[in-house]
C-alpha cells in the first residue's frame, strides 16, 4: 500500500469523489486558488474550475447555510472552515438547520453537506485557534461528528461523509497533517459509526482519538514490555458512536481510560464513560479514568499549549492508576 500523509489523504478523498460525481463542489475561505488555509484544497480550482471549487466570504453562517441550501436541492457540498473554532459562529446553521431540517420537514428532501473543519491544537494558534470543538456538536441529533486519526481513516471517512445522505463535520486534526501511513489504493471507503481496534489487548481498554489515540498507542507499546496488556480502540468519530465495540472490550477488561485533547469538564469522554457506566457497571473492576485537557484556554504560544493538553505520560499514568485498583 501506497504511504501518504493525512493531508494528502484528505486531498486525494475531495479529488476523486470531485471526479466520480459531478454534484460535489467544495466553497471556502481561500479554497480555490490560494488552496485553503493549511493547503489541502491546492490544486483542485485548476483541475476541476471556477464552478466546482470557489471562495467564499468570510462568512462562516454563509458558508454553512450557503452549503445547506445546496445540499437540500441536490448537489453535494463540502464547504471548509478554517478553524473548527469558528463552528460557533454558524452554530444556527449547523445545530439547528443541517442537523434538523430533513426531520423537520417529513424526510422530503436529504442534507447531504460535508463540513470540513480543522481541529486541535498546533503551531501555537491559541484560544481561538486550536479547540476540539468536538463535544460542542454531540448533542446535535442528524449530525455526524467525525474525527479520523490516520491517513487511511480521513480519506476512507471523507469519501463516505461525501457520499452519505446526512450532514458531516469532518473535524480534523491539524497537528496529524503530516503524518503519513499506508493508505489502501482503489475504492477505499470507511464505515461511518464503526470504531477500529487499533491494537488489542487484554489488561484495560483505551478509548481515544485524534492526537490522544498516538499517545495511546505509545503508552501501550511501553507497557507492553512490562507485561501490561493494552486495547486501543479508535472510534472515529463520537457522534454516531459505536458504542458495541467499546461496551465489548471493557467486559471483557474490566478497565476504562479515555483520551482525548479537548478539556475535561464538557469533553466527550464524559458521554462515552456515561455510556459504559451504565450499561457495563457490573462489569468494572476499577473506576473508569478519564485523561484531557487542561479547563484553560489554549495558549497561544507552541511551546506552552503542550502543557495544556495531555502527553503520553499522563496516558501511563492513568493506565497504571486503573490496573492499582
Same mark, same amino acid.
Given at each position: 500500500?501506497?504511504?501518504?500523509?493525512?493531508?494528502?489523504?484528505?486531498?486525494?478523498?475531495? %479529488?476523486?469523489? =470531485?471526479?466520480?460525481?459531478?454534484?460535489?463542489?467544495?466553497?471556502? /475561505?481561500?479554497?480555490?486558488?490560494? !488552496?485553503?488555509?493549511?493547503?489541502?484544497?491546492?490544486?483542485?480550482? /485548476?483541475?476541476?474550475?471556477?464552478?466546482?471549487?470557489?471562495?467564499?466570504?468570510?462568512? %462562516?453562517?454563509?458558508?454553512?447555510?450557503? @452549503?445547506?441550501?445546496?445540499?437540500?436541492?441536490?448537489?453535494?457540498?463540502?464547504?471548509?472552515?478554517?478553524? $473548527?473554532?469558528?463552528?460557533?459562529? $454558524?452554530?444556527? &446553521?449547523?445545530?439547528?438547520?443541517?442537523?434538523?431540517?430533513?426531520?423537520?420537514? +417529513?424526510?422530503?428532501?436529504?442534507?447531504? =453537506?460535508?463540513?470540513?473543519?480543522?481541529?486541535?491544537?498546533?503551531?501555537?494558534?491559541?484560544?481561538?485557534?486550536?479547540?476540539?470543538?468536538?463535544?460542542?456538536?454531540?448533542?446535535?441529533?442528524?449530525?455526524?461528528?467525525?474525527?479520523?486519526?490516520?491517513?487511511?481513516?480521513?480519506? +476512507?471517512?471523507?469519501?463516505?461523509?461525501?457520499?452519505?445522505?446526512?450532514?458531516?463535520?469532518?473535524?480534523?486534526?491539524?497537528?496529524?497533517?503530516?503524518?503519513? @501511513?499506508?493508505?489502501?489504493?482503489?475504492?477505499?471507503?470507511?464505515?461511518?459509526?464503526?470504531?477500529?481496534?487499533?491494537?488489542?489487548?487484554?489488561?484495560?481498554?483505551?478509548?481515544?482519538?485524534?492526537?490522544?489515540?498516538?499517545?495511546?498507542?505509545?503508552?501501550?507499546?511501553?507497557?507492553?514490555?512490562?507485561?501490561?496488556?493494552?486495547?486501543?480502540?479508535?472510534?472515529?468519530?463520537?457522534?454516531?458512536?459505536?458504542?458495541?465495540?467499546?461496551?465489548?472490550?471493557?467486559?471483557?477488561?474490566?478497565? =476504562?481510560?479515555? $483520551?482525548?485533547?479537548?478539556?475535561?469538564?464538557?469533553?466527550?469522554?464524559?458521554?462515552?464513560?456515561?455510556?459504559?457506566? &451504565?450499561?457495563?457497571?457490573?462489569? =468494572?473492576?476499577?473506576?473508569?479514568?478519564?485523561?484531557?485537557?487542561?479547563?484553560?484556554?489554549?495558549?497561544?504560544?507552541?511551546?506552552?499549549?503542550?502543557?495544556?493538553?495531555? !502527553?503520553?505520560?499522563?496516558?501511563?499514568?492513568?493506565?497504571?492508576?486503573?490496573?492499582?485498583?
Amino acid at each position: 500500500m501506497p504511504v501518504i500523509s493525512y493531508a494528502r489523504a484528505i486531498r486525494e478523498a475531495l %479529488e476523486e469523489e =470531485l471526479e466520480r460525481d459531478d454534484r460535489v463542489f467544495v466553497m471556502g /475561505q481561500d479554497v480555490g486558488a490560494y !488552496g485553503g488555509a493549511f493547503g489541502i484544497t491546492k490544486g483542485l480550482q /485548476q483541475r476541476f474550475g471556477k464552478r466546482r471549487v470557489f471562495d467564499t466570504p468570510i462568512s %462562516e453562517t454563509f458558508i454553512v447555510g450557503g @452549503g445547506v441550501g445546496a445540499a437540500i436541492t441536490g448537489l453535494r457540498p463540502v464547504v471548509e472552515l478554517q478553524y $473548527a473554532d469558528f463552528v460557533a459562529i $454558524a452554530m444556527d &446553521e449547523i445545530y439547528n438547520k443541517a442537523a434538523k431540517w430533513r426531520y423537520m420537514h +417529513g424526510g422530503l428532501f436529504t442534507v447531504p =453537506l460535508v463540513i470540513r473543519a480543522p481541529e486541535g491544537a498546533a503551531h501555537g494558534g491559541g484560544p481561538e485557534h486550536s479547540q476540539s470543538p468536538e463535544a460542542m456538536l454531540m448533542s446535535a441529533p442528524g449530525l455526524h461528528v467525525i474525527t479520523p486519526s490516520t491517513p487511511a481513516d480521513a480519506k +476512507g471517512l471523507l469519501k463516505s461523509a461525501i457520499r452519505s445522505d446526512n450532514p458531516v463535520l469532518f473535524l480534523e486534526h491539524k497537528a496529524l497533517y503530516g503524518m503519513k @501511513g499506508e493508505v489502501p489504493e482503489g475504492e477505499h471507503l470507511v464505515e461511518i459509526g464503526r470504531a477500529d481496534i487499533k491494537r488489542p489487548g487484554t489488561d484495560v481498554t483505551v478509548v481515544a482519538w485524534t492526537t490522544l489515540l498516538h499517545r495511546a498507542l505509545e503508552a501501550a507499546a511501553q507497557l507492553e514490555k512490562e507485561g501490561i496488556s493494552v486495547e486501543v480502540i479508535d472510534p472515529r468519530g463520537i457522534s454516531p458512536l459505536d458504542t458495541d465495540t467499546i461496551l465489548t472490550s471493557v467486559r471483557r477488561t474490566g478497565r =476504562l481510560v479515555i $483520551a482525548h485533547e479537548a478539556p475535561k469538564t464538557g469533553g466527550a469522554g464524559g458521554e462515552v464513560a456515561a455510556i459504559v457506566a &451504565e450499561e457495563a457497571i457490573d462489569y =468494572l473492576a476499577a473506576p473508569i479514568i478519564r485523561v484531557a485537557g487542561a479547563d484553560i484556554p489554549m495558549p497561544q504560544n507552541s511551546g506552552l499549549e503542550q502543557y495544556a493538553i495531555p !502527553g503520553t505520560d499522563e496516558v501511563i499514568a492513568a493506565i497504571r492508576s486503573a490496573l492499582r485498583d
